[in-house]
T-cell receptor, first 112, second 114 residues
Framework: DQQVKQNSPSLSVQEGRISILNCDYT??????FLWYKKYPAEGPTFLIS?????DKNEDGRFTVFLNKSAKHLSLHIVPSQPGDSAVYFC???????????FGKGTKLSVKP | DAMVIQNPRYQVTQFGKPVTLSCSQT?????MYWYQQKSSQAPKLLFH???????NEADTPDNFQSRRPNTSFCFLDIRSPGLGDAAMYLC?????????????FGPGTRLLVL
């Protein structure tokens, strides 16, 4: 059973607007959450992360929100740019090993 | 630039014919990981090396083996590939294991099994 779920396979947004990508998890022991971005023919690259002791982390146009009670996190991109078009993976990890459990990804298309 | 390199980018093998995928890194990271990603699925960790210590995930089939002869290189051996093993195989590295350590990924090798 999937422990990290990204229920929207795709999302289309107009340039300049906000993109909101969602992720749900089932394991309450997860204590670190990450977003990775993947362009075609490239490996995933780290985008932003958040520890379970926080509820928000911001880096430029990217903000991740964590709602532990709902076991939900989201990635906000404001303003969205065509170069943000990629597949976004949510990942979670637990404990000292820190092995990542990934979601299936959401393909974001930002239209000019 | 420091990076994670995977060769080849595409690998075709025959059903049952052993195949080896390779990964090298110039980051001098202690941990190397192998993930399998099937079409429209999440990347799934197969195993990882922390230095020379091999850590196998509980549900990784015995058909998959790995070798890490030195810090820079790590190999994924598939002893008898089946049609279900066709996937993208991603190699990643991190400075250390544990929460908060960023993993850096290579571009992947897409394996086709005929």
């Amino acid at each position: 059973d999937q422990q990290v779920k990204q229920n929207s396979p795709s999302l289309s947004v107009q340039e300049g607007r906000i993109s909101i990508l969602n992720c749900d998890y089932t394991n309450s022991m997860f204590d670190y959450f990450l977003w990775y971005k993947k362009y075609p023919a490239e490996g995933p690259t780290f985008l932003i992360s958040i520890s379970s002791i926080k509820d928000k982390n911001e880096d430029g146009r990217f903000t991740v929100f964590l709602n532990k009670s709902a076991k939900h996190l989201s990635l906000h991109i404001v303003p969205s740019q065509p170069g943000d078009s990629a597949v976004y993976f949510c990942a979670a990890s637990e404990g000292s090993q820190g092995n990542l459990i990934f979601g299936k990804g959401t393909k974001l298309s930002v239209k000019p | 630039d420091a990076m994670v390199i995977q060769n080849p980018r595409y690998q075709v093998t025959q059903f049952g014919k052993p195949v080896t995928l390779s990964c090298s890194q110039t980051l001098n990271h202690n941990v190397m990981y192998w993930y399998q990603q099937k079409s429209s699925q999440a990347p799934k960790l197969l195993f990882h090396y922390y230095d020379k210590d091999f850590n196998n995930e509980a549900d990784t089939p015995d058909n998959f083996q790995s070798r890490r002869p030195n810090t820079s290189f790590c190999f994924l051996d598939i002893r008898s590939p089946g049609l279900g093993d066709a996937a993208m195989y991603l190699c990643a590295t991190s400075r250390a294991p544990g929460v908060g350590e960023t993993q850096y990924f290579g571009p992947g090798t897409r394996l086709l099994v005929l």
